[in-house]
């Protein structure tokens, strides 16, 4: 049981560069997030999926898309990376039992934007 | 507005003294709360949860939460810190009905010998 995967670790872009991030669980949750940690600012949630084939906007989506095609898959994608896009990526996953189930982290993926 | 305050940026404690991580929260209804913990290069690891019941909550590693609803406070508290105990430790909240977890920015812990 790996829980909540996330792919690459690290990763260095050009500005204007795309790329996407994998995140996985093994869990059979409902439920993704994608944060990004930044210094002083603590968690900002980007994007989350209540199901399959859905998806929702959280507090910062703009210079982001995801997609949820599969159950255990949540993609984050950036089209036209920009400086201000580093940062440090977490993927998470909860059941869908109640609103008191706690997430599930990945390990995060560093990802500087030059 | 709503939001999820953690007043200490930053705290440095000897090993074997007591601990307090303040989290204060400002929402209408109660909300589910939580503390997770961050050592350095890791994702987050859930130390405790309050939804309903006692006040008191016990977590893992020793660590509990103390829920104040007059002050909106939800406090982490450990007896006796030991230096593995350095990390950041993040307060987070879940509004009922809603899906997003909304976290304060955190506290730096750092014990000294």
């Known amino acids: 049981n790996a829980g909540v995967t996330q792919t690459p670790k690290f990763r260095v872009l050009k500005t204007g560069q795309s790329m996407t991030l994998l995140c996985a669980q093994d869990?059979?949750?409902?439920?993704m997030y994608w944060y990004r940690q930044d210094p002083g600012m603590g968690l900002r949630l980007i994007h989350y999926?209540?199901?399959?084939?859905?998806?929702a906007k959280g507090e910062v989506p703009d210079g982001y898309n995801v997609s949820r095609l599969k159950k255990q898959n949540f993609l984050l994608g950036l089209e036209s990376a920009a400086p201000s896009q580093t940062s440090v990526y977490f993927c998470?996953?909860?059941?869908?039992?109640?609103?008191?189930?706690?997430?599930?982290f990945g390990p995060g993926t560093r990802l500087t934007v030059l | 507005a709503q939001s999820v305050t953690q007043p200490d940026i930053h705290i440095t404690v000897s090993e074997g003294a007591s601990l307090e991580l303040r989290c204060n929260y400002s929402?209408?209804?109660?909300?589910?709360l939580f503390w997770y913990v961050q050592s350095p290069g890791q994702g987050l690891q859930l130390l405790l949860k309050?939804?309903?019941?006692?006040?008191l909550v016990q977590g893992i590693k020793g660590f509990e939460a103390e829920f104040k609803r007059s002050q909106s406070s939800f406090n982490l508290r450990k007896p006796s810190v030991h230096w593995s105990d350095a990390a950041e430790y993040f307060c987070?909240?879940?509004?009922?009905?809603?899906?997003?977890?909304?976290f304060g920015t955190g506290t730096s812990l750092t014990v000294i010998p």
């Open positions: 998470a996953s909860r059941s869908s039992g109640g609103y008191y189930n706690e997430q599930f």
């Open positions: 869990m059979n949750h409902e439920y």
């Open positions: 999926s209540v199901g399959e084939g859905t998806t």
């Open positions: 929402y209408g209804a109660t909300p589910y």
């Open positions: 309050y939804f309903s019941g006692d006040t």
């Open positions: 987070a909240v879940v509004l009922p009905t809603r899906n997003q977890f909304y």
